[in-house]
């Protein structure tokens, strides 16, 4: 029963925090989005899974954009995981921005419980745990990776730390497959992390063993080989649409990668949405490489390492280092020297994203530094204020300004869409496409709407862009003319939806008499779209 207890605390602390730094999202969670393409990417990715596990679950990677091309959806992360538990709420009716926002907050909130479930049982007390927690919610990270659901899914990092400890400590098998399965789980929810942890990994665990079982070796061998196949075998299938996609596309550049290596003054530099260290966004980050762990979360670290550190510390000091390193990618030793090795190494171009596991080491040390600093006090009543104003620091540092929100979609479909219903079967192309140096220009809202039909869609926004794509938006330039009905029409495309609201009206105008020329295609009017009004096409097939 207390531990019921002292995990509905901790799951009450970190829904408060979650709420707290996400302001105001957790006040209209129906009618308001993070305000980038990537939210409306991650609704396309939660209500293309609830589709796809009723129409063809044997298919559910063969995603609806980007066609003739197949296991789209491994293009980039398929949040599968975020995917399944949210099929029941699309099934449901709810809109899919709610549903969206519960998933992305739920990644908040869970990872902070999943922290609190470590710490507390490494550090043993209840106080200092909820600290780790909060730190593991608040992370200046999280903010910079708003829009990115996937990125909020990190619970299963100390959930896997955690059985692996008690994998190590009692010898039992069925630890070791709890430590596989939530490996597995971690994958399923962020391909990025799953993979990072995996590495890091190879440090930790050893350590570990050193550190809690050296005089009985022996006995945990056998658990920790059983949770690694345990983690090889549930994943082994989910890696087989990535490794088909990595095929096509081919893995990222040395440029992508080295753009995206951290560097030691990324360490330094936190979200320009943070009232209190906004100013370092700029001065020593930049996209993806403000990953300011928070100043308090810090001290407390090194608190933990200065005052007689225990040997599980050290391994936790030595996971945060391994982590750090790993994140420097280009500039650093360790990612040099494994990138040709290890090949799934090379379709991550973001190694700055390790700093999640160095966040998740320095939190259980912030919980290990508030520990002893506590146990250092006499038992007055000074000393039971601690924890709360340790917490209110944590706070303090990770306060940001109201997220910038946008206007969700009505979750009605609209009547362009609508006609659509009832039409033949057929590929769906949205106008404009964008200009190759602008992409993705509208694609993720065409991508979002055709929740509203699930038709074969020619447009796509992802982690990659196939060279059949690039080759159409090239080639569209000169639309309706110059082969570009025929290629379309092996495309299998059968309808044109032109987006008013996205043209000038010269060129909209333009477009509309190059198009009347051509009696291929057919006017079907004008109906009204998410943004106005959008006219209708056929493309009629060849006699």
């Not at 780790?132 to 990190?154: D, N």
């Amino acid at each position: 029963m207390s531990t019921a207890r002292s995990l509905s605390r901790a799951t009450a602390l970190v829904v408060g925090l979650t709420l707290f730094v996400t302001w105001p999202q957790g006040l209209v969670p129906a009618s308001q989005l993070a305000n980038h393409h990537d939210a409306l990417f991650s609704i396309w990715r939660l209500g293309w899974i609830a589709h796809g596990l009723v129409t063809s679950p044997l298919h559910l990677f063969d995603a609806n954009i980007f066609h003739p091309a197949k296991t789209t959806l491994a293009y980039s992360d398929a949040t599968m995981l975020e995917g399944l538990i949210a099929a029941p709420l699309f099934w449901a009716g709810l809109p899919p921005a709610l549903t969206y926002n519960l998933m992305l907050l739920a990644g908040f909130a869970g990872s902070g419980v999943a922290m609190f479930v470590l710490a507390r049982h490494v550090i043993g007390a209840e106080g200092p745990a909820l600290l780790s927690a909060a730190v593991f919610t608040l992370l200046p990270y999280r903010i910079e990776h708003f829009m990115h659901l996937e990125l909020q899914w990190a619970m299963f990092i100390p959930l896997t730390l955690w059985a692996l400890h008690r994998t190590v400590e009692s010898g039992e098998l069925r630890w070791g497959a709890i430590a596989g399965v939530c490996f597995w789980l971690q994958v399923l929810a962020c391909v990025y992390y799953g993979v990072f942890l995996g590495l890091t990994l190879v440090v930790f665990v050893p350590a570990l063993v050193l550190a809690t079982a050296r005089t009985r070796t022996r006995a945990v061998v056998l658990p920790l080989l059983a949770a690694g196949v345990v983690a090889v075998v549930l994943t082994a299938p989910f890696a087989w649409p990535y490794r088909a996609a990595a095929n096509e596309l081919g893995g990222r550049t040395a440029e992508e990668i080295a753009r995206y290596s951290a560097t030691f003054h990324s360490y330094f530099a936190t979200t320009t949405w943070n009232r209190v260290w906004g100013w370092t966004a700029d001065r020593w980050g930049g996209p993806e490489l403000r990953l300011f762990p928070g100043a308090v979360a810090l001290a407390l670290a090194a608190l933990a390492v200065v005052r007689r550190p225990s040997r599980v510390t050290l391994v936790y000091v030595l996971l945060a280092v391994t982590a750090v390193e790993l994140s420097f990618g280009f500039n650093g030793t360790i990612y040099r020297a494994l990138v040709d090795h290890v090949e799934a190494l090379r379709g991550f171009r973001a190694t700055a994203r390790f700093a999640v596991i160095a966040s998740c080491a320095v939190a259980l040390l912030a919980g290990v530094g508030a520990h002893a600093w506590r146990q250092a006090w006499p038992a007055t009543r000074a000393a039971s204020a601690l924890m709360p104003m340790l917490l209110a620091l944590i706070m303090a540092d990770s306060a940001n300004r109201a997220m910038r929100l946008m206007p969700a979609e009505s979750p009605q479909t609209p009547d362009v869409y609508k006609i659509l219903e009832s039409a033949a079967p057929g590929a769906l192309l949205e106008l404009p496409l964008p200009n190759l140096d602008r992409l993705p220009g509208w694609e993720p809202e065409y991508q979002a709407w055709s929740l509203w039909h699930f038709r074969p869609l020619v447009n796509g926004y992802s982690g990659y862009y196939p060279r059949d794509y690039i080759t159409t938006v090239l080639r569209m330039n000169v639309f309706p003319g110059e082969g570009t009905l025929d290629r379309l029409r092996a495309h299998d495309v059968r309808f044109i939806i032109v987006h008013r609201a996205f043209y000038d009206q010269e060129r909209y105008t333009q477009l509309m008499l190059r198009m009347a020329t051509r009696p291929e295609l057919k006017p079907w009017g004008a109906y009204k779209d998410p943004v106005g009004t959008a006219d209708i096409f056929e493309l009629l097939p060849v006699d």
